[in-house]
Nanobody
Framework: QVQFAESGGGLVQPGGSLRLTCAAS????????MLWYRQVPEAAREWIAT???????KYRDTVKGRFTISRDNAKKAVYLQMNSLKSEDTGVYYC?????????WGQGTQVTVSS
C-alpha cells in the first residue's frame, strides 16, 4: 500500500532553516506530481508547494523565494528546503501525491518557528 513518511521537522528560531524529507513507498513514485501541505490547529490543511513528474515547481505565494521543493526519483523521496523561516510557517507538514488521497496522509512532521 502507498505510504508517505515525513521527517526533518523541529524547533527553529525565526530566520533559520530546515529541510523536510518525505519518503514514499508502495507506488511508482516517478509517475506522480508530489505535494507538500501544512496544517495548524483548528484549520484545514493548506497547500504549500508542488513538484511535477518532470521537475517543474509551484509555490504558495507566502513561501515563494524562501522554500524549495525537490525530488529524487531513485530514492522515492521529495524534499522541502525551508529558509528564512517565520513564525507563521509553524505547523505540521505533510506530503502526498497529486491529487492528494485522504487515505495516504501520513503522520506529518512538526515545524515550530519560535524564539
Amino acid at each position: 500500500q502507498v505510504q508517505f513518511a515525513e521527517s526533518g521537522g523541529g524547533l527553529v528560531q525565526p530566520g533559520g532553516s530546515l529541510r523536510l524529507t518525505c519518503a514514499a513507498s508502495g507506488m511508482i513514485f516517478s509517475g506522480y506530481d508530489m505535494l507538500w501541505y501544512r496544517q495548524v490547529p483548528e484549520a484545514a490543511r493548506e497547500w504549500i508547494a508542488t513538484i511535477t513528474q518532470d521537475g517543474r515547481t509551484k509555490y504558495r505565494d507566502t513561501v515563494k523565494g524562501r522554500f524549495t521543493i525537490s525530488r529524487d526519483n531513485a530514492k522515492k523521496a521529495v524534499y522541502l528546503q525551508m529558509n528564512s523561516l517565520k513564525s507563521e510557517d509553524t505547523g505540521v507538514y505533510y506530503c502526498n501525491q497529486s491529487p492528494p488521497r485522504y487515505e495516504y496522509w501520513g503522520q506529518g512532521t512538526q515545524v515550530t518557528v519560535s524564539s
